[in-house]
């Protein structure tokens, strides 16, 4: 019942803003200040500002669902009742005075002095992290307006939105495959789109569709836990709302082929090709799945409502929207890391017991192309091992290339998009004599 559709750090950073608001009121309420006053006034006016911001904008609105929305209602009425509650004691205190007297005292002790300081240096480090927040809040607001190509569905009970586009008209011949993308540790958008996105241009591929995973682009965060089934289970059902029936050949990379794997067996019937790049294989589920880097994953989620790596990016990097929603800037937004966080808390047990029971329901003759990272098998001793492991995923591999200079992301390279163009079109060609 608490789950937002966004990541929940914004929510978490205005309830810690308010917890220790109201902490610092119980350790400094007895020496009201006039530097306490000025800072509890302006932060009730950023925090009305963060409130405005938050109900007026639709997508902001949308993913800090009412928890989001409840959180900075809080902080807000503890910063407006704090500036009064400061007033209100000095006014008492300097009543009593010249009540007892005859004259307000002017002069403090040496501890007051203290106290005074203190509360001075945490309210303007509050101060800051609230104007921090308002401007990350402005940059997500300029954000929401950017055009969404294809369409967000509901899905998993009408709990969140993924999102869906295809490109390319369907043709008579229904048993012409669609490629259906799957992207890898990034968006689909920034990463695998482009290239395939070349190839349709020129005639390579009839149609493609692709879509965000959870956390992704301009998809919603989904509730917690979340594993590479279940993205594969929510990828089906937007399939079904979009209308869109196949048969696919199921094109994926690095990480992303995990989920693409899964679709594949719990699809034998629409899946007609699987193609995949450099693909992670499940023996490294538990680097992805170490507690250290599940650490690290949620210290940059608590963090990155300051958005301090994105505020830069954008004043001195000249970063655009588009960079931040899809582009090489998206992994520093908090849906992208709970997103992660989320896969990294799953990794060695519910992904993994996913991957091991499709291995077992996969076997077929769909064909299957290979394309591994000449940089990675020379880096890693076991990796070309475990690609040619992956390329037994059935019992009909059309090829396993292994392209020399090319990285991780094999399509950056000259020899490495060559390659994976000319794979892809015979896994086409071969992959309709194999269609359901």
């Not at 029936?245 to 034998?268: D, K, Y």
């Amino acid at each position: 019942m608490i789950h937002p559709r966004g990541s929940g750090f914004f929510a978490f950073s205005y309830t810690t803003l308010a917890t220790g608001y109201l902490v610092l009121g119980l350790l400094f309420f007895a020496v009201p200040s006039k530097p306490m006053t000025i800072l509890a006034i302006t932060l009730a006016a950023l925090l009305l500002v963060d409130m405005t911001i938050i109900l007026a904008v639709p997508r902001i609105r949308l993913e800090e669902g009412w928890v989001g929305i409840a959180s900075v209602v809080w902080v807000t009425l503890t910063s407006i009742y704090q500036a009064i509650q400061n007033r209100a004691v000095a006014w008492g205190k300097r009543e009593e005075e010249e009540r007892l007297t005859g004259r307000e005292e002017t002069r403090r002790s040496l501890l007051e002095w203290i106290a005074v300081l203190a509360e001075t240096i945490l309210l303007a480090v509050m101060t800051i992290a609230t104007i921090l927040f308002t401007a990350t809040l402005i940059l997500r607001a300029f954000d929401a307006g950017l055009e969404v190509p294809g369409k967000r569905y509901l899905v998993h009970g009408d709990t969140y939105q993924v999102h869906l586009a295809c490109v390319g008209n369907k043709t008579a011949d229904d048993d012409a495959p669609t490629i259906l993308l799957e992207g890898g540790n990034g968006p689909v958008e920034h990463t695998l789109q482009p290239f395939i996105d070349d190839v349709y241009s020129r005639g390579g591929i009839n149609r493609y569709c692709y879509w965000d995973r959870p956390g992704f682009g301009w998809s919603d965060n989904a509730p917690s836990p979340h594993s590479a089934g279940m993205s594969a289970d929510v990828l089906s059902e937007a399939l079904a709302l979009a209308g869109e029936t196949g048969p696919w050949i199921v094109v994926s990379a690095g990480v992303g082929s995990l989920s693409s794997r899964l679709f594949a067996s719990r699809n034998l019937l629409k899946v007609c090709g699987i193609f995949m790049i450099d693909p992670l294989h499940e023996a490294y589920l538990g680097d992805i799945g170490r507690p250290g880097r599940g650490f690290l994953l949620w210290l940059r989620g608590v963090i990155s409502p300051l958005g301090l790596d994105r505020l830069a990016g954008a004043i001195l990097r000249g970063r655009s929207r588009q960079d931040r929603v899809v582009g090489r800037a998206a992994n520093q937004s908090g849906k992208y890391i709970k997103a992660k966080l989320q896969e990294s808390l799953v990794a060695v047990t519910m992904t993994a017991a996913e991957i091991q029971s499709s291995r077992h329901i996969q076997m077929g003759h769909a064909p299957v192309v290979v394309v591994s990272s000449g940089q990675e098998v020379r880096k890693k001793s076991q990796w070309a091992a475990r690609q040619e492991d992956l390329s037994r995923l059935t019992n009909n591999l059309l090829s396993w290339d292994v392209v020399d200079e090319a990285p991780h992301e094999v399509w950056t390279t000259g020899q490495g998009r060559e390659v994976l163009e000319r794979r892809l079109k015979e896994l086409v060609q071969t992959s309709q004599a194999h269609a359901p």
